[in-house]
């Protein structure tokens, strides 16, 4: 009798791992006519034209800008992200440099299409890049051991 409740341990114990390591069956995925538009796939030009239409309305909204003023702005956001979708598609690896360099040009345009008022706001919301200080003492890298310090 103890024989056999052993071995019916040892067999629980045993198959409980092998049902442990099964995959879980993962529902299949909607259709492309029921997935929202974010998930589909774009073609550059159409996220260029979503990623600009999304900006200069919120700049709109946010800056008070005239017809005349939204149009120009979303031409610029256009080109700005156009610039952005050519080098991502050419296979470029996109530098901070290209990136600055768009935004300056786009910010230039801003500067000439808004009032003084509405582009010291804009300004104020930008991050310009500066170099941070090195911090002092060891510098703790995700994934690293700590280091010790004296």
């Known amino acids: 009798m103890k024989k056999l409740i052993i071995t019916t341990a040892l067999f629980a114990f045993a198959t409980v791992p092998v049902f442990a390591q099964s995959t879980q069956t993962q529902a299949a995925p909607m259709p492309a006519k029921q997935q929202p538009v974010q998930q589909q796939q774009m073609t550059p030009a159409q996220r260029s034209e979503k990623m600009a239409e999304h900006q200069s309305q919120t700049y709109a909204q946010q800056y008070k800008l005239n017809e005349d003023q ?32 768009a935004l300056a040009t786009r910010n230039a345009k801003f500067k000439s299409v808004m009032t003084a008022e509405q582009y010291k706001a804009y300004d104020a919301t930008l991050v310009h890049s500066t170099p941070q200080p090195v911090p002092n003492g060891p510098v703790k890298v995700q994934g690293a051991p700590a280091t010790k310090t004296k």
């Open 70 to 101: 939204t149009k120009k702005i979303h031409a610029a956001c256009l080109e700005f992200a156009t610039t952005l979708e050519n080098s991502r598609a050419s296979g470029k690896q996109i530098t901070r440099a290209d990136v600055d360099a």
